[in-house]
T-cell receptor
Framework: AQSVTQPDIHITVSEGASLELRCNYS??????LFWYVQSPGQGLQLLLK??????LVQGIKGFEAEFKRSQSSFNLRKPSVHWSDAAEYFC????????????FGTGTRLLVSP | GAVVSQHPSRVICKSGTSVKIECRSL??????MFWYRQFPKQSLMLMAT?????????EQGVEKDKFLINHASLTLSTLTVTSAHPEDSSFYIC???????????FGNGTRLTVT
């Protein structure tokens, strides 16, 4: 069955430091992968997506993610974290041919310390 | 960009009553919309797929009679939680996309509290 694992429940990063959020997926076919961010009490905002092609994808707000098929991973990175980046981050995989159905990971809460 | 609007953002109701949540695509038409549920400190779980002009498709374990979905137009889907109980308290989020090449866009969610 399709699944997404985000092994880190919480991560604390100092403002200005680099960030990497881990995501591993289990999916038999070519995955469609997404990272979403959720601020408290809010819906989800798409940060970036991978469908095919270049395995390093750029997103909004200075985020990027790298698809590594051999490791079944799609880790999210940012070189310098801002206090406004504090939020919940969800990795997801599209599980149908139209990637309309998404299976989400359990999320990683990012805390940014001054 | 594509905008999905949800209303209300918060609702408190008493046990046994019904609550309707609206999901609108503001600047595009959506033949399909998706309803997710998020428990506190947990991930989103797909509840059902709302299809314009036809019956919704529910995920395994989701009660059709409890969560009524209506997709009467290309820009509006509604989720009605019938005979709500405290265990229905949750964060409900809808999503839709403008076309098959676009990713899903999510509404801001509805926090339902059943007392």
């Amino acid at each position: 069955a399709q699944s997404v694992t985000q092994p880190d429940i919480h991560i604390t990063v100092s403002e200005g430091a680099s960030l990497e959020l881990r995501c591993n997926y289990s999916y038999g076919a070519t995955p469609y992968l997404f990272w979403y961010v959720q601020s408290p009490g809010q819906g989800l905002q798409l940060l970036l997506k991978y469908f095919s092609g270049d395995t390093l994808v750029q997103g909004i707000k200075g985020f990027e993610a790298e698809f590594k098929r051999s490791q079944s991973s799609f880790n999210l990175r940012k070189p310098s974290v801002h206090w406004s980046d504090a939020a919940e981050y969800f990795c997801a995989v599209g599980v149908d041919t139209g990637f309309q159905k998404l299976v989400f990971g359990t999320g990683t809460r990012l805390l940014v310390s001054p | 960009g594509a905008v999905v609007s949800q209303h209300p953002s918060r609702v408190i109701c008493k046990s046994g009553t019904s609550v309707k949540i609206e999901c609108r695509s503001l600047d595009f038409q959506a033949t399909t919309m998706f309803w997710y549920r998020q428990f506190p400190k947990q991930s989103l779980m797909l509840m059902a797929t709302s299809n314009e002009g036809s019956k919704a498709t529910y995920e395994q374990g989701v009660e059709k009679d409890k969560f009524l979905i209506n997709h009467a137009s290309l820009t509006l889907s509604t989720l009605t939680v019938t005979s709500a109980h405290p265990e229905d308290s949750s964060f409900y989020i809808c999503s839709a996309r403008p076309d098959s090449n676009s990713p899903l866009h999510f509404g801001n969610g509805t926090r339902l509290t059943v007392t």
